[in-house]
């Protein structure tokens, strides 16, 4: 038995009425009919031609991390756009393209605030799961939506501009709505069909393809100190609690990374004394680990000035593998992105833990899984 959401109108006659609902007609679609008249009886108006609210939502993320550089986050988010639409009554989606470093949404809904509640609610469920097996990196996205309240009449020039944020041929692209919309028996044909009078979805298609070019999407860029500040204390701060230095960590480093504030100016704010050097250390590798970037990119980010600084180098590199628990090969090519060809990095690493924590140097490979150029690196470090 086909569920409600699953109304098929896909018949191949072709009417000569002048819209959706007279095709529908023509082609005795009860179902479908009996649909539309029940969601305008129950007081939703998806069904209904220039009633309710279309909005264009860009959800953006926050500034210096992409969050959808990575193919399976795109992925993921589309999952979560289709499926929370495909339970609902009141909201659908029509329209979608996710790039590097936004996604850019279009959704008709009862009103405004239904469809900011479902977008809220799938940045939500985003967050909570495109990291499970990680440090999370918090929540993703600029609480801020760019939201436009559009007509029926802008709908299909406003398609033609999110599917042209396709990185290629938009039809080519896995990461917009156009295959979910072929696909046929969704309320999001119904309501495409009814709002610009599309009978068959290959003119649909044909219409996009006529009218759709290339375009590109600046982000908003670098975010106000004050603003990030104020969301950070409103979601992590509670005067009756006292703050883990991890999460304080935390938002030191994205506040200042996020306003592109250097990260002692940023200390001070939050009343950290800049000698608290352990903690540097420690927000660092955490930035790395979780931003997925490089130790320069994080220096840059971080506003630490001299990135060159050996101690604080070795240092990084000893916490980073405390908290990955990952090779020394690993960390260097694929965590920290630097170049160690000589061993110089890790001779002074297993010399400095070698005077600090009295770690002999057996002791050391075995920890930083080393199992070549062993006699080498000894005499580098000169100690048993």
Known sequence: MKKKNDVNYEVETVTPGNGFKDYLKFNNNIEALEYMEEQEKAGHFLPVKGKGTICYVVVDSIYSYDIFRKDENKELYGYLLQAASNQGQSVALLCYTIINNSAHIIIKGDNKKIILGFIELVNVRF?????????PLGYPFRLDKDVTVISSN???????????????PFNQYPYNSLSYILQGNSIANMIIGVELDIIRQQDYLDMLIAHTS???YLSKGVEKFKKVFNEQKKIYFDDTITVRESVLGFCITEAAARTQTPYGKVAKVYNINVKRHDLLVSSLADFIVRRECGYFEAIRLLGLGESFDSRLIIETFVEVHRLTRMPYTYIINNIMNIEDKDYQLLANTFIALHRDRGMNFAELCEDYYITKDIAKIKLMCNFD
């Open 214 to 216: 290339q375009t590109r």
């Open 154 to 168: 802008e709908l299909f020039s406003k398609m033609c501009y999110v599917y042209g944020l396709s990185p290629i």
């Open 127 to 135: 967050a909570s799961q495109y990291q499970a097996c990680k440090e």
